[in-house]
């Protein structure tokens, strides 16, 4: 069995959705053979030399105690945490993989990405993507004391969500056409995503063959939701906590 997540935007502001997380890790997720977490599970990730900050240190803990435990956990980056590096990965026991990562099982082919490299619509974004996933800019971001980093992160949060007051929906969608050309540059694999904090499975029809694009919802303080791969077919389930059903 193999779970996927993402979005899971986690921070000392979210501990609703650190304790379901913890929760999870401990006992749902260890049901499974896989976990891949793609993308956010941070709501801002200043550099592995945070990794010993208190709030960190307990997810990082429980990371590892399911790694050790036998759960094979894999991670690739979102918007929010794209500074997550080897000394996390060490530390915790998660592996770091590539966007996009061809994920090839037994009975089927994925294809995993964030999904924000297809928000081309969003042309504030793309840029600001295109300069944050810079390897010259992250290093020198990274060379700013820690103080800084964090005051940077937070003022990028603010005018994160600023941006997105008054919206109906401050996510935009991906391109249609750029979506359906990564369907076919990947070879028709089933497409699972998040960062659109918009669930949904779409059908695309693409060179006459039906796709299918599953996408993975946000968590919230009270509740979250894995989507699972039993081996013969995709299912939603959701992330509940332990007193509730």
């Known amino acids: ?33 896989e976990l891949f977490i793609l993308g956010d599970l941070f709501e801002a990730w200043v550099g592995d030399d945070d990794i010993d900050e208190p709030y960190h240190a307990e997810l990082v803990a429980a990371l590892r105690a399911a790694s050790e435990a036998g759960l094979q956990i894999s991670l690739l980056h979102g918007n929010r945490d794209f500074l997550l590096g080897a000394g996390f990965a060490a530390a915790t026991g998660v592996r770091l993989i590539g966007d996009p990562y061809i994920l090839s099982t037994p009975e089927w082919q994925f294809v995993l990405s964030h999904g924000d490299a297809l928000c081309l619509d ?3 974004y793309m840029a600001f ?24 992160a937070a003022h990028m949060r603010e005018v994160s969500e600023a941006s997105q007051r008054g919206k109906d929906n401050p996510y935009t969608d991906l391109d249609p ?4 050309d990564f369907l076919r540059q990947h070879g028709y694999a089933t497409f699972i995503h998040g ?26 303080e009270a509740c979250g939701e894995c989507l699972v791969w039993d081996g013969e077919a995709l299912s939603r389930e959701a992330v509940l906590p332990e007193n509730r059903s």
Not at 177 to 180: K, Q, S, V
């Open 1 to 33: 069995m193999i779970l996927f997540i993402s979005d899971l935007h986690l921070s000392p502001r979210s501990p609703g959705a650190t304790c379901l997380f913890r929760q999870f890790l401990a006992g749902r997720a260890r049901q499974a053979t």
């Open 122 to 124: 969003d042309t504030a």
């Open 129 to 152: 993507r295109a300069q944050v996933r810079n390897p010259e800019w992250q290093a020198a971001l990274l060379a700013k004391p820690l103080a800084e980093r964090r005051a940077i």
């Open 177 to 180: 056409t750029a979506t359906d």
């Open 195 to 220: 960062h659109t904090h918009q669930p949904a499975k779409h059908d695309h029809i693409v060179d006459g063959i039906h796709v299918e694009r599953w996408v993975l919802a946000d968590w919230h």
